[in-house]
């Protein structure tokens, strides 16, 4: 007991035994996250992939301190989670820029609200958009941006605060592809030029793998971890075809069994899910229900 | 077209001059009086009171809004209440107002604010209640709260439904002035026409009908459309 508490100390994101539970209309209780537990180094990118439903995103909201756990602690930086802070900022799914500020209010926002000096709040946001590839957008409004862009601007606004974490809410899920492939890119120069450990949470299984060093893969009702899965390491290079592909195979056949439980739940006990031959799109995305 | 038939049909027409002035005649009353500052200070008089009157709406909306939005014990009761005070009239309330606080300016500004009050209120609430959730988990997660959050986010997100709720507001206010000011005296340019009326001087009538219609159309063209549509502007039409 005395090791672990100390192993925990090392670890920078330590969820420890949360559980939570949803009342649905029938009044019935629906637990959602059982018994999860996982630590995250510093500096690490993180994912979640699991079936919709899982729990993934109620898990993230959890770390982010925008709900509560039923049960459990969850610890970023040794600190423990109580409420949403500054220093575990989101980029959810839509951009959620406010329409009524420009990119450069957009992106000072919260260090305004750290009542940091405007000279200076603007001087580093300056920097991040610099850094995303947005410096001839400072004085647009989000309406006039793409969704590539406003997704830009978003991390731009999370990584300006400094973050101990940054959680990513499926946040390239509404994008084309060649966008996503784009902003993939872009995201793997920014965590390895910041460091800064990222919480990823996705449906797209490719999109894990490309992305993160660890790739958590959760079972679905109650949402539970049901493997741990290393990433080959690609920080020196390009990582070949082969080797992502081989991931992401044994990701999917890890998640098969969950995904055909849904499909049962959903269609009936007579669907049956032939394993190695469902239809996949070149994203690796199998469609909204993973 | 209008103003020859009108002009034609006055001339011809057996009413004598002052039930039936003609086109002329009318914009000779208007020059005068706007020269002559009988009409000039009435308008004066007229829009201040609905400055105030609108200001305080306005201020008392928000309020309301912002506690029936919040507060859901509020929402049950409040909230019902306001519906229903909605839907009457504001020249209703105007006995009332004069046993209260006497046939002067005060009922006058009492009916104007009420009018626009409860329409405001509403429009509030349902703006705030309207902001969508990604905003405000945003906020939130840059460690946004109290005031802060609410001046923001929650104000500004709004804005759009805000600004329909002042335009009806106004609407209702200025037709609430006209009545008051129209019973109730005190100068302005609803007393204009009363005393149009008792003057038999219906080319004084139809001039004060002509200046109201005029600012309605003005604030409501002007002020209003245009802020609507810098709000447009700069959130993009299909933003919400």
Redesign the interface.
């Given at each position: 007991m005395m090791f672990s508490k100390k192993w925990g100390d090392f670890m920078y994101l330590t969820i420890d035994g949360i559980e939570k539970s949803f009342s649905n209309e029938k009044k019935e209780n629906i637990k959602v996250l059982d018994e999860i537990n996982i630590e995250v180094e510093k500096g690490s990118f993180v994912s979640i992939v699991g079936p919709s439903g899982c729990g993934k995103s109620t898990l993230l909201y959890l770390i982010a301190g925008l709900d509560k756990a039923d049960k459990g602690e969850i610890r970023v930086a040794g600190k423990k989670v109580m409420k949403p802070g500054p220093e575990r900022v989101v980029v959810f799914q839509e951009a959620g820029l406010f329409p009524w500020l420009t990119v450069l209010e957009n992106v000072t926002y919260g260090l305004k609200l750290k009542k940091m000096p405007k000279k200076e709040a603007e001087s580093k946001a300056l920097d991040i958009l610099k850094m995303v590839h947005l410096s001839r957008y400072v004085d647009s409004y989000p309406h006039q941006l793409s969704g590539g862009m406003k997704q830009r601007v978003a991390i731009a606004r999370a990584l300006v605060m400094e973050p101990d974490i940054l959680l990513m809410d499926e946040p390239f899920s509404a994008l084309d592809e060649q966008t996503r492939m784009v902003l993939h890119k872009e995201l793997l120069e920014i965590w390895r030029k910041t460091k800064v450990t990222i919480f990823f949470v996705t449906h797209n299984i490719r999109e894990a793998v490309q992305l993160s060093e660890k790739i958590i893969v959760f079972a679905t009702r109650p949402g539970k971890i049901k493997e741990t899965i290393y990433v080959p390491s690609m920080k020196d290079g390009v990582m070949p075809d082969s080797v992502t592909l081989h991931t992401e195979q044994r990701v999917l056949s890890i998640l098969q069994e969950e995904i055909e439980k849904v499909l049962k739940e959903e269609m009936g006990n007579d669907y049956s899910f032939k394993t190695n031959h469902i239809h996949r799109d070149d994203s690796g995305d199998m469609g909204s229900h993973i | 077209m209008i103003a020859a038939i009108w002009e034609v049909t006055s001339r011809f027409s057996s009413l004598p001059d002052f039930m039936f002035p003609s086109l002329t005649q009318v914009f000779q009353t208007l020059f005068n009086g706007l020269m002559s500052g009988q009409i000039t200070e009435a308008i004066g008089k007229s829009l201040g009171r609905i400055l105030i009157g609108f200001t305080i709406a306005i201020i008392v909306g928000l309020i309301l809004g912002y506690f029936i939005w919040r507060f859901k014990l509020v929402e049950d009761t409040l909230g019902f209440v306001v519906t229903a005070l909605q839907s009457i009239p504001s020249i209703v309330w105007f006995p009332l107002a004069i046993i209260w606080f006497g046939l002067n300016d005060f009922s006058i500004l009492f009916i104007v604010t009420i009018g626009a009050t409860w329409t405001m209120t509403v429009n509030a609430t349902s703006g705030f209640r309207n902001v969508?959730q990604?905003?405000q988990?945003?906020?939130?997660?840059?460690?946004?709260t109290g005031f802060?959050f609410l001046r923001?986010?929650i104000l500004?997100?709004s804005?759009p439904q805000i600004i329909s709720g002042l335009r009806i507001a106004w609407a209702f206010s200025w037709r609430a002035l006209m009545a008051g000011e129209l019973l109730g005296g005190g100068g302005g340019l609803g007393q204009l026409l009363e005393m149009g009326r008792s003057l038999g001087q219906m080319d004084l009538v139809i001039s004060v009908m002509i200046i109201i219609a005029i600012i309605g159309t003005i604030v409501d063209n002007v002020v209003f459309s245009r802020l609507e549509r810098n709000v447009q502007l700069?959130?993009?039409v299909?933003?919400r």
């Open positions: - | 969508p990604l905003y988990r945003v906020a939130k997660t840059y460690g946004s802060h923001t986010v500004p997100a804005v700069k959130w993009g299909n933003q």
